[in-house]
């Protein structure tokens, strides 16, 4: 399939196991694809272009400890971040995520108009961009001002 069109979603049904989380991880690696970290967009390129299957990527060492590398970054971030950060990157991520919803539901309607071209390049939690993590004041149930602790300790 390396022949310069890219995967979809539905081959990436094996490692997915159904729609929404194969379409959640097209994204994800179109996401990826275009980051700063260069072993993740080796990566992400081989599974979109099809040089590299989602289980060769998952399972190899190298990939997975940088995924593991990003994640622990974002969760050092996240535990430095200030109550109005926290606030800021809620809206930020509100906005980001009535931009995905609406995107979702573009390609509901017409599942094969639905090309990379219709993409963001923007990642979320980029400086400047659209995005980042869930504050504690946008979750359900959690009323605004109040910050519970969590498995690290209290905010």
Known sequence: MADGREV???????????????????????????GHDPKLREMANGVLRGSLSAEQAFTDPEYTAALFSGADKVRRAGELRSD????????RFGEW??????????????????????RSTERPGAPGGPGGLRGPDQLPGIRPGIRPGNRFGPR
Do not use: F, H, I, N
Not at 102 to 109: D, I, N, S, T
């Open 84 to 91: 109005a950060e926290a606030r800021e990157a809620g809206a």
């Open 8 to 34: 979809d979603q539905g081959e990436l049904l094996g490692v997915a196991k159904d729609e929404e989380r194969a379409r959640s991880l097209l994204r994800a690696l179109r996401t990826l694809s275009t």
């Open 97 to 118: 995520q009535r931009a995905r919803d609406a995107e979702q539901e573009r390609e509901e309607k017409d599942p094969d108009g639905a090309s990379q071209d219709r």
